[in-house]
């Protein structure tokens, strides 16, 4: 009758939402000083040993932020679809506080990846902005995590607000590639792709390999973030708790 | 199940019929939207010609997301979404249903009002039948869309403005496609590739949207 739960195991571990605390704090000195290192690595690298390309000089080097920051535009909402599927299907209980706190962090690539793609694109191709297929993808990108950063904000209730936004992630990861390829069918419909040619110069190796560390920099700056950022919204969520229930004892 | 998803039908089409404020007044916004542009652009009639794909498809996109509110709040309000989850008929038909309701009264008067207001834009003859066919196939995926934003914002007080913003950036494609047709048909081509594409949007958006709208109302209560 009172068959003691089954040992739960890997994934299922963090459920705990106390060990995965635990597991933070461990954690994040060592990800934190990784990250550090990755990025000092990476960008002494890209920025100071790395050739300068013979077209466009000194400024592809803000190669190094602009393509990471794309990088982790696409796989920070990838991560949020996978939570979005942990919440609906498995029911995972952090599911929906990992979605939460990524949200806002892909937003911020999304925008560091437009930013810097804007200060690229003046000395390359002259303008501030271009309706480039890519761009205007990632335009929309962003717009998408804005939604959905409002309606985690316009729902109290942290429950319902996971599963509201979990769906609305789902319908998004669904459109994304509807959404890229008619901007890319429209883009071509609209003006030739003079900007990117089609084949791409290979790039060099001595440009590959900063780009590659600044990309796992980036990967792991997230992830540092990421853990941050649920730690506060567990305590927050402890805290909401604890304060209601003190207010139905005095009530 | 025929039986309900008929009742459902006939219900939302004698509300809009019935209540002020319904599916006429869709078609006066898409009309005065259309008539303002005009006085911010000025009458030149060739740049009026030129823009008047893209005015006429923004206008039914604005004309759309507006009826959206209706779709499902006051059913909502009044529990008839509770009572609707309650049928033993699957609620993604009954959704299907009530979104092929709502567009036959908000849709398509704009698909078929179409025509007259791109006379006053001065869009070639050759592409008045391709917009009201453009219009034809695309609101509706314009409706089904914003009938996911609907459900999963039902519950809010506040959820029109959020509504907006959360279905905007998926109506893109159809966008696209839409002004498209327009365009390659008022240029003197052929306008069978995006025609397609809309169509193709519009059809995903029949299989994904009420399964979707469905889980988000189950979802959202309790």
């Given amino acids: ?251 | 199940m025929i039986a309900v998803l008929r009742a459902v039908m006939t219900r939302e089409i004698r509300l809009a019929a019935r209540i002020g404020a319904g599916a006429e007044l869709g078609l006066v916004f898409f009309l005065i939207l259309i008539s303002v542009t005009p006085f911010a652009l000025g009458p030149d009639q060739k740049l009026l010609s030129r823009l008047a794909p893209a005015l006429l498809w923004i206008a039914a996109l604005l004309a759309t997301l507006l009826g959206l509110d209706r779709l499902l709040q006051a059913d909502e309000d009044d529990g008839v979404v509770d009572g609707l989850m309650l049928s033993e008929t699957p609620l993604e038909l009954i959704l299907f249903a009530k979104a092929l309701a709502h567009w036959l009264v908000t849709g398509l008067p704009l698909a078929l009002i179409a025509p007259v207001l791109g006379l006053m834009l001065a869009i070639p003859p050759a592409a008045m039948l391709p917009l009201s066919l453009s219009l034809l196939v695309g609101t509706p995926a314009l409706t089904l869309v914003g009938l996911v934003g609907a459900a999963v914002t039902v519950t809010l007080r506040r959820g029109g403005l959020l509504l907006s913003v959360l279905v905007l950036p998926l109506t893109v494609p159809t966008l696209i496609f839409g002004v498209a047709v327009v365009r390659e048909a008022s240029e003197g081509r052929a306008f069978t590739t995006p025609f397609l594409l809309l169509t193709g949007v519009s059809l995903i958006a029949l299989v994904v949207s009420p399964v979707a709208a469905a889980a988000a109302l189950r979802m959202t209560r309790g």
């Fill in chain 1, 1 to 251: 009758m009172t068959a003691s739960p089954p040992p739960l195991t890997g994934f299922w571990s963090l459920a705990n939402p106390g060990r995965f605390l635990r597991l933070a704090d461990t954690l994040l000195p060592w990800m934190a000083a990784i990250t550090a290192g990755l990025f000092g690595y990476g960008l002494y690298k890209g920025l100071f040993v790395a050739p300068a390309d013979y077209q466009q000089g000194e400024s592809m080097r803000i190669m190094y932020i602009h393509v990471p920051s794309a990088w982790m535009a696409m796989g920070v909402y990838s991560m949020m679809t996978i939570s979005a599927l942990g919440t609906l299907v498995w029911r995972h209980p952090l599911a929906d506080v990992a979605q939460k706190c990524a949200a806002p962090i892909g937003a911020g690539f999304t925008v560091l990846c437009l930013i810097t793609g804007s200060l690229w694109g003046k000395p390359t191709w002259g303008t501030w902005w271009e309706w480039d297929a890519r761009m205007t993808s990632v335009l929309v990108l962003l717009l998408i995590y804005l939604g959905i950063i409002a309606l985690w904000r316009a729902i109290d209730e942290p429950g319902r607000a996971g599963r509201a936004v979990a769906i609305m992630t789902l319908v998004g990861a669904v459109n994304l590639p509807i959404i890229k390829f008619s901007v890319d069918w429209w883009n071509t419909l609209h003006q030739p792709a003079s900007v990117f040619r089609s084949g791409g110069p290979t790039i060099h190796p001595a440009m590959l390999e900063p780009l590659l560390v600044m990309g796992l920099a980036f990967g792991f700056l997230f992830g540092c973030l990421l853990m941050i950022r649920m730690q506060g919204e567990i305590l927050n969520r402890r805290a909401e708790r604890l304060e209601m229930a003190r207010a139905a004892e005095v009530a």
